[in-house]
């Protein structure tokens, strides 16, 4: 059975190149660590449908690698100086090669994905070339609308355009890793639609446990800051919420704090049911991932995706 | 017959997306100009071997997708503030929308690919997508090996590593379009090979035209200052065949003036021959790129190849 030890192997292997100053950079940011969240829940679906594991593993690493591009490109664009407890690709390296370092990351990523098709009937092959090639493009508007969100005041931003601006930047991904891993295994039809409906469900509940870990993780565990997310004026869903439920002079001063990027303002948030409702919106969202399942043949790699969806929902970073 | 406005109509379609903030600035780079030397090449290879123009046109403009998305990010890393005469598209749309348009740029030419290769046989489709796929990580590894030689000396830039890295960076993309468009067409073995080889020797021709330029282009024209290659500090091949021709106190004052980014060295470079011998090299590619012709059915289209040959060497900007 493959392994995500087989994936970190076969990243390894792509970028294993010269010139080195320019692979040692794409390569930097995954031997820092990371869940590896949609490479095993790629495998594991993969495994579900009784897969060929060869072909699994280097989808999973494409999608991994296509994953690590973004982040990096994510972080010169944010200015973000730490990820996963080190210096971010383009502190250490520049930004110049760290742009780079991302164009070859998704480069390599589409050549893999060529690569595991390879041999497959022909209409599949291209339905999995095709989703691969466009998920970028989702990817890249979803970091627009949230771009464009922090220059919004915070009363202009709904719930409706929350909602798809997290689709595009969190869930289409995962989305897609679920759905690769079952179509490659000849997965099709409902069951195919099933994996791509649990991995959207999955990724949307993923992102509002990062929206709650934003305000009120432990810093000693996320790395951040208390209310890191107010001091950089994100538009999360628990705030969001607390804006929608407050009124009168809770929620001017909620308002104020928030245009000030006051830490303080999480005491609002709070209060205003923000924290609780997204815990009770992102439950919702794990029951619909879990009801996708249904269907699917029970077993280990079954539990396993399980597994990964209860990890993705309730943990501390 | 497929024109280059076929491509330019392709790619406004592709990009008439929201949001517009991104899409705009994925669109404004294209929308300034160009020669569009690429699609053309493609387009005539096609036609030179009796190709399906709809498939010509996507790939055509997928083509020229890459070559803007790699333009787009270059400006950046090089803080390159005008391009075609007007601002950058950094400089016009700030530098998160300008990373995000490249990366959606390079995303929507890989999808655009795999459009345009639908329906061919297997092996011919995955050899197109899986060429196309790796050309971003040679031209990234050529442009790491341009920022490499801007901090060596001048002494320690041979010509075999200048001809590694300007096959990489400019010759390997009009490779892969001219090729392309042969094989597209059903061409393969020989002719597919000889469509390759050309357009690898137009592309180190062309270079070698753009680092003329960069020396002695004329400001009015190319919209580069008289010797901007020598204030930029960039190891083009006039300046290395100077060196290396040149003895004495003169070797000595081109190195000092190098040194000093002092565009008076123009006049030594010429003293050394560095024009006229780029000049020969130059010709000797063009000369092999035509030998390249040769076997290839004669008629309207290999004339448009041959004027595409000599527009990009004889040429003012």
Same mark, same amino acid.
């Not at 820092?32 to 869940?35: A, L």
């Given at each position: 059975m493959a392994s995500v030890a087989d994936v970190e192997l076969e990243m390894k292997r792509i970028l294993s190149r010269d010139p080195s100053e320019l692979f040692q950079a794409a390569w930097y940011l995954i031997s820092? =660590? =990371?869940?590896r969240l949609r490479p095993r829940l790629l495998l594991s679906f993969n495994e579900v449908f009784g897969g060929d594991s060869e072909r699994a593993i280097r989808a999973a690493a494409s999608v991994e690698l296509l994953h690590n591009f973004t982040l990096i490109h994510d972080d010169i664009m944010d200015k973000d100086e730490t990820r996963h407890g080190v210096p971010t690709t383009h502190v250490k390296f520049g930004e110049p090669i760290a742009i780079l370092a991302g164009d070859v990351l998704q480069s390599e990523s589409q050549h893999e994905m060529a690569r595991a098709v390879e041999g497959l009937p022909m209409r599949r092959a291209m339905a999995i070339l095709e989703s691969h090639a466009a998920i970028t493009t989702d990817i890249a508007r979803g970091q627009t609308l949230d771009m464009r969100s922090e220059v919004?005041?915070?009363?202009? /931003?709904g719930l409706r355009f929350y909602y798809g601006m997290i689709k595009l930047k969190t869930a289409v991904l995962f989305a897609h890793a679920c759905w690769t891993g079952a179509y490659l295994a000849g997965a099709s039809g409902k069951p195919a639609s099933a994996a791509r409906s649990f991995g959207l469900n999955l990724g949307m509940a993923f992102q509002m446990a990062d929206d709650i870990l934003g305000l009120v993780g432990d810093p000693q565990i996320t =790395?951040?800051? /208390?209310g890191s997310d107010v001091r950089n004026g994100k538009k999360t869903l628990p705030i969001l919420i607390a804006i929608k439920n407050l009124s009168g002079s809770d929620r001017v001063s909620l308002l104020e704090k928030l245009k000030a990027r006051d830490p303080s303002a999480v005491d609002l948030i709070v209060k205003g049911g923000g924290i609780e409702q997204t815990r009770s919106f992102m439950l919702k969202f794990k029951t619909q991932a879990e009801s996708a399942l249904r269907s699917m043949p029970n077993g280990p790699a079954l539990e396993e995706v399980r597994a990964l969806l209860s990890s993705a929902v309730v943990r501390e970073k």
């Open positions: 820092t =660590g =990371g869940k919004m005041d915070y009363r202009e /931003v =790395g951040k800051p /208390v």
